[in-house]
């Protein structure tokens, strides 16, 4: 069973770019959420999106964003990048959501410049 | 605000001893408390997870402890491996808010 895909694993983008970030999720899974890894902060949670609804939202700007398609594969989108976004950018899925321990991968690394 | 604390980022072990990893949290709220392991340029993957109405749960190596009153979780593990060295991060969750909140993790290095 495929785990959960991201693309692509690392991205340098400059200051005031946007950015797209991919997830596919494992299948069945309907579950997407996103979290962004820096040194010092842990996991911080951006959002969740179950069956193409965004379903819980963390406390990052609105230069945040993301999507959920039909087939549960998920989009994130950084506009007008900061330095400060330079983060490690995980998605995970599970099944249902809820409290099921969620399966990740391996992340996106990005880097602005 | 840091509803999840790892309080030690790093953790030195000597092979086929314990390794305790502590966790605090400030939610009382919490129904549900995980931990998860990271490997350098891989995902988390998940290692153990336990209730908030259970005090214990065990698997294996991996014990993991819930203290609700002081809230206070730990991850024993006996006996240490090499293999076992990485990142671990404790996580909370609350039904209510369909959100897993991640403690910043504690580096355990286990010395062969």
């Known amino acids: 069973k495929a785990g959960v895909t991201q693309t692509p694993r690392y991205l340098i983008k400059t200051r005031g770019q946007q950015v797209t970030l991919s997830c596919s999720p494992i299948s069945g899974h309907r579950s997407v959420s996103w979290y962004q890894q820096t040194p010092g902060q842990g996991l911080q949670f951006l959002f969740e999106?179950?069956?193409?609804?965004?379903?819980n939202k963390g406390n990052f700007p609105g230069r945040f964003s993301g999507r959920q398609f039909s087939n549960s594969r998920s989009e994130m989108n950084v506009s007008t990048l900061e330095l400060g976004d330079s983060a490690l950018y995980l998605c995970a899925s599970s099944l249902e959501g809820s409290n099921q321990p969620q399966h990740f991968g391996d992340g996106t690394r990005l880097s602005i410049l | 605000d840091q509803q999840v604390k790892q309080n030690s980022p790093s953790l030195s072990v000597q092979e086929g001893r314990i390794s305790i990893l502590n966790c605090d949290y400030t939610?009382?709220?919490?129904?549900?408390f995980l931990w998860y392991k990271k490997y350098p340029a891989e995902g988390p993957t998940f290692l153990i997870s336990?209730?908030?109405?259970?005090d214990k749960n065990e698997d294996g190596r991996f014990t993991v402890f819930l203290n609700k009153s002081a809230k206070h979780l730990s991850l024993h593990i006996v006996p240490s491996q090499p293999g076992d060295s990485a990142v671990y991060f404790c996580?909370?969750?609350?039904?209510?808010?369909?959100?897993?909140?991640f403690g910043t993790g504690t580096s355990l290095t286990v010395i062969p």
């Open positions: 999106y179950f069956s193409e609804t965004q379903r």
């Open positions: 336990i209730s908030s109405i259970k």
């Open positions: 996580a909370g969750f609350k039904n209510t808010g369909n959100q897993f909140y």
């Open positions: 939610n009382s709220m919490f129904d549900y």
